[in-house]
T-cell receptor, first 109, second 117 residues
């Protein structure tokens, strides 16, 4: 069945280092959305990408949507301790909505 | 303005019982969707409602059902609870007509923690 995988599952970085999480879907997504969930919290919407090949930036965060609309990435430059959390990609395919498996980011001060 | 409100926040039920969870979307939002989050299965889509109509449904058994009222508030019900139904149940609302719409911003509630014993 449909799967949306993210790698890596866990990532520990030193504060100031960069971080990237990759999202791969087995089928084409209508759009890709990214969420951040802090430990014990609920997912918070970060951004939505719609167009093939689209790139968007939010301060230190850069989001990309692949040409085939089956993959995406989130890159954080110069991580800070406030970036700690799990990052999920998500998107609709058919009449379903799929979340990625998530990447848990730990930032070591 | 107030965010998405879910009640109850925490509850414990016994196997075989049923449970009803409530979600009040952000004022003016007409789309409400529900999700189950567990450590093993991650975040899984349950269903989406818009203007009292279920538009989409995830791959969950018929024990999971929901509805939306004319004021956009939504409820989900799980009957004949199983141990595996223990999870965080999240509700989200959005102002546009659904999860597939571009330009959408989706807001999650804090969730209802269900423990089945």
């Amino acid at each position: 069945g449909q799967q949306v995988m993210q790698i890596p599952q866990y990532q520990h970085v030193q504060e100031g280092e960069d971080f990237t999480t990759y999202c791969n879907s087995s089928t084409t997504l209508s759009n890709i959305q990214w969420y951040k969930q802090r430990p014990g919290g609920h997912p918070v919407f970060l951004i939505q990408l719609v167009k093939s090949g689209e790139v968007k930036k939010q301060k230190r965060l850069t989001f990309q949507f692949g040409e085939a609309k089956k993959n995406s990435s989130l890159h954080i430059t110069a991580t800070q301790t406030t970036d700690v959390g799990t990052y999920f990609c998500a998107g609709p395919a058919g009449n379903q909505f799929y979340f990625g498996t998530g990447t848990s980011l730990t930032v070591i001060p | 303005k107030a965010g998405v409100t879910q009640t109850p926040r925490y509850l414990i039920k016994t196997r075989g019982q049923q449970v009803t969870l409530s979600c009040s979307p952000i004022s003016g939002h007409r789309s409400v969707s529900w999700y189950q989050q567990t450590p093993g299965q991650g975040l899984q889509f349950l269903f989406e409602y818009f203007s009292e109509t279920q538009r989409n449904k995830g791959n969950f058994p018929g024990r999971f059902s929901g509805r939306q009222f004319s004021n956009s508030r939504s409820e989900m019900n799980v009957s004949t609870l199983e141990l595996g139904d223990s999870a965080l149940y999240l509700c989200a609302s959005s102002s546009l007509s659904g999860l597939r719409d571009s330009g959408n911003t989706i807001y999650f509630g804090e969730g209802s923690w269900l423990t089945v014993v």
